[in-house]
């Protein structure tokens, strides 16, 4: 299975502060998806990104969160002030070289927001 | 709007037999993609088999097959001599072809699988 990576693998933050989560997705690809996993849930979509753009975002990824392409291979989900809720697993995925039909996900960044 | 339905929150199989995990999904697109995914402890996501829906032949990966039944919309998940790694949560996906927007996944709740000694 190709691979993409992200990280940390764990972050814990104190209410508030801003965190930076990382992902590398699979090489050369212009197409990026981040989701959330709250703990016993499913996994909820956030935002792609496609060729320096976002195409599309839920209605979770509010004015709290952004996603950056701040060098060719790294891909970041930001979220400035966060809160309790926001705890939970962050997964990024990206379709393997030469496609798009099907999406590889990270191991996934768990955050403990306290 | 696309929903995908998993009606079994938890499962339980003795190793070596044979379990069949059901999904269930609604969409008025006529072609798109269907996934199963598991999700071991370590709560990484894995892709376990794929279904393009215009394609009748039933996906098949090893142990893993599904039966597809586009008419009723439907998308089970077969898992075949049991093994005690199988055990985790598995979720049925859904997406519509690859586009400039649109073509997030759409998950189900999950079923969690327990695998018997």
């Known amino acids: 299975e190709p691979e993409v990576t992200q990280t940390p693998s764990h972050q814990v933050t104190q209410m508030g502060q801003e965190v930076i989560l990382r992902c590398v997705p699979i090489?050369?690809?212009?197409?990026f998806y981040w989701y959330r996993q709250i703990l016993g849930q499913k996994v909820e979509f956030l935002v792609s990104?496609?060729?320096?753009?976002?195409?599309?975002k839920s209605e979770i990824f509010d004015d709290q969160f952004s996603v950056e392409r701040p060098d060719g291979s790294n891909f970041t989900l930001k979220i400035r002030s966060t809160k309790l809720e926001d705890s939970a697993m962050y997964f990024c995925?990206?379709?393997?070289?030469?496609?798009?039909?099907?999406?590889?996900f990270g191991p996934g960044t768990r955050l403990t927001v306290l | 709007a696309q929903t995908v339905t998993q009606s079994q929150p938890e499962m339980s199989v003795q190793e070596a037999e044979t379990v069949t995990l059901s999904c269930t999904y609604d969409t008025s697109e006529s072609d798109y993609y269907l996934f199963w995914y598991k999700q071991p402890p370590s709560r990484q996501m894995i892709l376990v088999i794929r279904?393009?829906?215009?394609?009748?032949q039933n996906a098949t990966e090893n142990r893993f097959s599904v039966n597809f039944q586009k008419a009723a919309k439907s998308f089970s998940l077969k898992i075949s001599d049991s093994q005690l790694g199988d055990a985790a949560m598995y979720f049925c996906a859904y997406r519509t072809p690859s586009s400039f927007r649109d073509d997030k996944i759409i998950f189900g709740k999950g079923t969690r699988l327990h695998i018997l000694p």
């Open positions: 995925a990206s379709p393997a070289s030469g496609g798009t039909d099907t999406q590889y």
């Open positions: 279904q393009e829906a215009y394609k009748q």
């Open positions: 090489s050369n690809h212009l197409y």
């Open positions: 990104f496609y060729n320096n753009e976002i195409s599309e």
